[in-house]
């Protein structure tokens, strides 16, 4: 019987690697299957949430200058109210590094870097950006990628947390935190499934031009990276964990031009906004420049 | 003293960046260029495959482009590729070499500096650090100062239905 049972759970695991079949945890296997099935309620999201992002910057701090980072929240959140998940804690920070990229994770978090947002020309184009991770949160990308390499039922484990403990200083604090650091580590520095890149982009472009933004911001975007030297260190993680920017091209405009967006087409760029807060940003990089390098 | 003069040497850059940001691109398909943003537009020149273009300024779908025989008009955005090492779109300014500049000092000489990288092998040996997510808390924005910066645009929200996946 009992193997019988093992066997079944093996069929029913079919997909998730196990070390070795000799020696499963009948008992434990049964409770990560009841486990798999159950999707993370929105607390255990967040719980996990904020772990992966205090892995990810620990990698990136987030840039001293309220100005600019006010400006980002409001952009963000404006267009994250137009998402299915408007009620999320929604968080949004550019982060101290020169290289290009952007991130989300679980629970509202999204973070962009300073080298990527040097590289946008206006508002419209940061709501394609945005509007693009904001989409990652919304379809739970990461949140079903973590729980997958994590091969365990994070969820679960958050819950046992709960949300009384937000001092990560429990026991039960460090064993998520491991487990979700471990996962993002892994996640962050492989990247999502292509398709999830790809309906990221299709659903960003839709939150942007549902919050008034002209919907070719992010396509402008993507000109912008496929322009931009594949080779250079400032776009390896990019390059590295998402589709070649013309394949990605390829692929919004074809959906693009099905779905008729070109009607939204005069809806505003807003350009002045942005250009201000770049210019504070520009101006306050000598004063803000690091001591010294961390380029390894 | 060092101060004013750093300011002055950067809103002369500024000026100067900012009039000197032309982006130049070619052609991806063969088309027309036509006398605005619309696809029932009058033709104003027939453009081959790989003709080298310089862009003016973007209109949503469409960049208003000048052909090296002066001629201007108007071509779908996807029907061009940017010529690589340029900023992408258009009549904006280059805030990366600005911003560059401005670390470096007046002195210009030390590009590099302080540069900070972010890749995969920064990732995958990450350390948590909760303190900086705990910090965030103090940007976030509440709906109603979202609805309010969206409002002075004015951008106007919409019903826009999401995109199905269509194969290219």
């Given at each position: 019987m009992k193997r019988f049972a093992a066997v079944a759970a093996g069929l029913l695991l079919?997909?998730?690697?196990?070390?070795?079949?000799?020696?499963?945890d009948i008992g434990g296997l049964f409770n990560s299957i009841k486990q798999a099935f159950k999707p993370a309620t929105q607390d255990e999201e967040i719980a996990i949430g904020r772990d992966a992002a205090a892995t990810l910057l620990g990698a990136s701090k987030p840039i001293d200058q309220a100005a600019v980072q006010d400006y980002v929240n409001k952009v963000g959140l404006w267009i994250a109210l137009?998402?299915?998940?408007?009620?999320?804690?929604w968080h949004f920070a550019v982060v101290d590094s020169d290289d290009i990229d952007a991130f989300a994770a679980p629970g509202g978090f999204v973070f962009v870097t300073r080298g990527l947002l040097l590289h946008l020309h206006s508002e419209a184009e940061l709501a394609g950006v945005l509007g693009h991770e904001i989409s990652h949160v919304v379809l739970k990308h990461h949140l079903n990628a973590l729980q997958k390499a994590a091969r365990m039922d994070l969820a679960g484990q958050a819950a046992k947390v709960?949300?009384?403990?937000?001092?990560?200083?429990?026991d039960l604090d460090q064993e998520l935190m491991d487990k979700v650091s471990n996962a993002t580590r892994n996640l962050y520095s492989k990247g999502l499934d292509k398709d999830d890149e790809l309906a990221a982009d299709r659903m960003g472009v839709v939150l942007a031009t549902r919050a008034g933004?002209?919907?070719?911001g992010l396509l402008a975007v993507l000109q912008t990276l496929e322009a931009?030297?594949?080779?250079s260190s400032k776009m390896q993680l990019l390059m590295a964990t998402h589709p070649a920017p013309a394949d990605r091209i390829a692929a919004l405009s074809a959906a693009m031009g099905a779905g008729n967006?070109?009607?939204?087409?005069?809806?505003?760029?807003?350009?002045d906004r942005f250009e201000d807060v770049m210019k504070e940003l520009v101006a306050t990089a000598k004063s803000k420049a690091p001591e010294a390098s961390t380029k390894k | 003293m060092t101060r004013w003069f750093s300011l002055a040497a950067l809103l002369l850059v500024l000026g100067a960046l900012h009039a000197a940001a032309v982006s130049t691109a070619q052609t991806v398909v063969s088309g027309n260029i036509t006398?605005?943003?619309?696809?029932?537009a009058s033709v104003v020149a027939a453009v081959p495959n790989a003709t080298a273009v310089s862009i003016i300024e973007r209109q949503g779908g469409w960049y208003h482009v000048r052909l090296a025989s002066g001629q201007d008009g108007w071509l779908p955005m996807t029907s061009i590729r940017f010529n690589s090492g340029t900023t992408g779109?258009?009549?904006?300014?280059?805030w990366s070499s600005l911003f560059q500049s401005g670390r470096s000092?007046?002195?210009?000489?030390?590009?590099?500096?302080?540069v900070r990288g972010l890749n995969t092998g920064d990732i995958a040996n990450a350390k948590p650090d909760i303190k900086a997510v705990e910090s965030l808390d103090k940007w976030q924005a509440k709906s109603k100062e979202a609805k309010e910066f969206a409002a002075a645009v004015p951008l106007k929200s919409n019903d826009k239905g999401y995109l199905p996946e269509v194969k290219p």
């Open positions: 079919a997909g998730m690697p196990l070390a070795s079949s000799a020696d499963i137009q998402s299915d998940r408007p009620d999320l804690p709960g949300l009384a403990s937000k001092g990560y200083d429990s933004y002209d919907p070719y931009a030297d594949p080779k967006i070109d009607r939204f087409g005069k809806q505003p760029d807003v350009q | 006398s605005g943003p619309a696809s029932d779109t258009t009549q904006s300014t280059d000092g007046a002195s210009g000489s030390t590009a590099t500096t302080g």
